[in-house]
């Protein structure tokens, strides 16, 4: 598997992945844009030339916002997720940052046990922030 930086031209896959994982996707519209940002960082996972995962994020003053990481579903468990967010988290190290954010909804128990295993604690809670369920801040130091 490879993990690289997503060309402009790559935003509808990217865009098929995050409807399918996720409840408020981003648009093939939204993905080019942010893939055009200076402080985006939207990386992809492919095996054998199949974009298969995804994950973007802000990077800028020193913090990395981490703000979706979203897998095919006949990708999952295979530990293409990891794989995104360790490589997120190297990057914006290379891009200076010292921390990173992110959000996860309390029930996602799969993605809360990902994000501490690769250093990630909780710090705040939004209640009812995803309608019926709370979102959980998480945040690391440890970027390398």
């Known amino acids: 598997m490879d993990i690289r930086v997503m060309l402009p031209a790559e ?3 990217a ?3 995050e409807k399918s994982s996720l409840s408020v996707p ?4 939204e993905l080019a844009l942010f893939a055009e940002n200076p402080n985006g960082l939207y990386l992809v996972a ?3 030339g199949v974009i298969c995962g995804v994950c973007g994020a802000y990077t800028g003053a020193g913090e990395c916002n981490i703000n979706n990481v979203a897998v095919d579903l006949l990708y999952r468990r295979r530990g293409v997720a990891r794989a995104l967010v360790s490589a997120m988290l190297s990057e914006s ?6 921390v990173a954010y992110l959000e996860v909804a309390s029930k996602n ?7 501490d ?10 209640k009812g922030f995803y309608g ?13």
């Open 11 to 13: 935003a509808a896959r």
């Open 15 to 17: 865009a098929e992945i």
């Open 26 to 29: 981003w648009s093939e519209c």
């Open 46 to 48: 492919e095996e054998d």
């Open 93 to 98: 190290a290379k891009r200076g940052c010292t």
């Open 109 to 115: 128990g799969a993605a809360i046990s990902l994000y």
């Open 117 to 126: 295993s690769l250093g990630f604690v909780p710090y705040a809670k939004r």
């Open 132 to 144: 019926d369920d709370d979102a959980i801040l998480m945040k690391t130091e440890e970027l390398c």
